[in-house]
């Protein structure tokens, strides 16, 4: 998808299923300051963010937590993060997303093999300790499980707390923005996707 300029309309550049973009020339000027927030600091009003659109207000605090998983601030490496994106986005059945970030997840340095397991719901296991702690902490939230307390120390010895702290964030936002697009679209056929 090709960077967006504000004289395109949101639609030029695919759209979820239920859920009809609103043409950057119809926003109101909230709306119109909330994609130039997301346009200023994505390059582009990718996915789920067309939809957030709506809540300009809500863009103010998603906006920033975004870019900072997304342009490498957390603790968590490019890796890790789609670790957690892919386990998130296959529990709630978000096609929309599984389709981008297996893609990401490959980008990323993921085995294919990796990533289309964690989209399955497959057992995997990685070689890296940090990624292994990612997926079994993940895994363990999203299910819902308990973190047991070996669990738990293990992932503060390898991460650290910071990096638990980014770990667990991760999960709430990217459930977050995943509702976001479920809610809209229940099939990937239903989005105008690009490869």
């Not at 963010?49 to 900072?68: A, D, S, T």
């Not at 990624?131 to 991460?159: E, F, H, M, S, W």
């Amino acid at each position: 998808m090709g960077q967006t300029t504000l004289n395109q309309k949101t639609s030029d550049f695919g759209t979820f299923g239920r859920y009809t973009e609103i043409p950057v020339d119809q926003m109101t000027s909230e709306q119109r300051r909330g994609y130039e927030l997301v346009v200023q600091e994505r390059g582009e009003a990718p996915g789920p963010y067309k939809i957030f659109i709506q809540n300009p207000h809500l863009l103010q605090v998603l906006v920033p937590v975004g870019k900072y998983f997304q342009q490498s601030h957390s603790s968590l490496s490019d890796a890790e993060r789609e670790i957690v994106v892919n386990l998130t986005n296959a529990k709630w059945h978000a096609a929309y997303s599984n389709y981008e970030h297996e893609m990401i997840g490959e980008r990323a340095g993921l085995p294919p093999e990796k990533v289309e397991a964690l989209i399955a719901g497959l057992h995997t296991s990685f070689d890296d300790p940090r990624q292994q702690v990612v997926y079994d902490v993940t895994c363990a939230l999203i299910t819902p499980r308990i973190v047991p307390q070996g669990l738990y120390k293990r992932a503060v010895r390898l991460l650290g707390d910071t990096g638990l702290t980014d770990l667990t964030v991760l999960i709430g936002y990217f459930t977050f923005v995943t509702f976001g697009s479920v809610a809209q679209s229940s099939d990937v056929s239903e989005c105008n996707v690009v490869k």
